[in-house]
Antibody, heavy 116, light 108 residues
Framework: QIQLQESGPGLVRPSETLSLTCTVS??????????WGWIRQSPEKGLEWIGT???????SYNPSLKSRVTISLDTSTNQFSLQLTSVTAADTAVYYC????????WGQGMLVTVSS | DIQMTQSPSTLSASIGDRVTITCRAS??????LAWYQQKPGKAPKLLIY???SLESGVPSRFSGSGSGTEFTLTINSLQPDDFATYYC??????????FGQGTKLEIK
C-alpha cells in the first residue's frame, strides 16, 4: 500500500519561500500509472489544487499560483517537493501531498503558518 | 476553470436515515467525479471514483450516481461513523482538479 508523508517547516516568514517534501513509501514515484500533486486547505478557500507532476517530470500548476509555484521529483529518494515563493498570510493552510490513482490518495497533511 | 457546487452546505440527519448530497459541475465532466469523506484533523478519504465506483474497503451503504454536470452521493442507513464533511472533486483534466465547497453532515 502506497503511503505519503509531508515534511518541512511549519512556520514561514512573510515574503520567504515555503518548501515542503512528500516522501512516498510502498511504491515508486516513477510509476506511469500515477501522478503526484499538492493540495492545500484553508477555511477561507476550502480545498485548493496547487499543482501536479508526472513521472516524466512534466508539471501543471493552478493558474492562480503558477507564478510562485515549483513542483519537482527526486527519483533517488522517491520524493517530490513543493516550493511556493513570496508567501503571505493568505498562504497559511494545511498542505497535503497526494497520489492520483483511481482517485486521490492523500498524505496526513501539514499545517504551515505564514507569520513574522 | 470548472466550478463545482455542492448542496446542501450542511445536512442534519439521524442514525439510520438515508441522505443525498448533490454536486453540480459548471460544464460537462463526463463521469470524472470523485467523492471524499473528511473528519476533523484528518485528510480526505476516497469513497467513490468515476462517479459510481466504490473504493475498496468502503461500506456498500455509500453509493454515487450521475454524469455530465449533475452527481449525487447517497448514504443509506447512516451510521455514527458517517458524520463528517463530504467533498466532490472533478478530474476531467488529467492534470488539474476542482473541489466542491463541502457538505457537513451533522447529527440531528
Amino acid at each position: 500500500q502506497i503511503q505519503l508523508q509531508e515534511s518541512g517547516p511549519g512556520l514561514v516568514r512573510p515574503s520567504e519561500t515555503l518548501s515542503l517534501t512528500c516522501t512516498v513509501s510502498g511504491g515508486s514515484i516513477t510509476s506511469s500509472a500515477d501522478s503526484w500533486g499538492w493540495i492545500r486547505q484553508s477555511p477561507e478557500k476550502g480545498l485548493e489544487w496547487i499543482g501536479t507532476i508526472f513521472y516524466s517530470g512534466t508539471t501543471s500548476y493552478n493558474p492562480s499560483l503558477k507564478s510562485r509555484v515549483t513542483i519537482s521529483l527526486d527519483t533517488s529518494t522517491n520524493q517530490f517537493s513543493l516550493q511556493l515563493t513570496s508567501v503571505t498570510a493568505a498562504d497559511t493552510a494545511v498542505y497535503y501531498c497526494a497520489r492520483r490513482g483511481l482517485g486521490l490518495y492523500w498524505g496526513q497533511g501539514m499545517l504551515v503558518t505564514v507569520s513574522s | 476553470d470548472i466550478q463545482m457546487t455542492q448542496s446542501p452546505s450542511t445536512l442534519s440527519a439521524s442514525i439510520g436515515d438515508r441522505v443525498t448530497i448533490t454536486c453540480r459541475a459548471s460544464q460537462s465532466i463526463s463521469r470524472w467525479l470523485a467523492w471524499y469523506q473528511q473528519k476533523p484533523g484528518k485528510a480526505p478519504k476516497l469513497l467513490i471514483y468515476k462517479a459510481s465506483s466504490l473504493e475498496s474497503g468502503v461500506p456498500s451503504r455509500f453509493s454515487g450516481s450521475g454524469s455530465g454536470t449533475e452527481f449525487t452521493l447517497t448514504i443509506n442507513s447512516l451510521q455514527p461513523d458517517d458524520f463528517a464533511t463530504y467533498y466532490c472533486q472533478e478530474y476531467n483534466s488529467y492534470s488539474s482538479y476542482s473541489f466542491g465547497q463541502g457538505t457537513k453532515l451533522e447529527i440531528k
